[in-house]
């Protein structure tokens, strides 16, 4: 059944993270990441390209889903390395995930397939 599935891409310039830094914005962050998101980001010595490579793979979902829905109901977690989502809220459920997210010294990009349950 090719209508459950989708496929979303995202490309996201690190520096545009790197311009708003979490010190000083930290409210920018929590309107797109959960806590738990900004804590995984900020134990790393470059957090911006970790945080683009986050926005990238929810961007990635919305536009696999083809749905509006809010940054903070798209929660990214990993296991072994491997980026996880889990859509929170009425979309809890709804959808499973295959996903990818890579980085390099300028843009992080993330790539999701979806299936619809």
Known sequence: MIEKLGIGIDITDIDQF??????????????IFLPSEIKYCLKYKNPYEHFAGKFALKEAV????????????????HSNSKPIVKLRGKWKKKYKFLTSISHEKKFA?????????
């Open 62 to 77: 919305k536009k696999a889903i083809n749905a509006r829905i809010s940054m903070l109901d798209i929660e990214t977690s």
């Open 18 to 31: 790197k311009k708003i830094p979490y010190s000083s914005k930290p409210n920018f962050y929590k309107k």
């Open 109 to 117: 990009v993330g790539i999701i397939i979806s299936e619809k349950i």
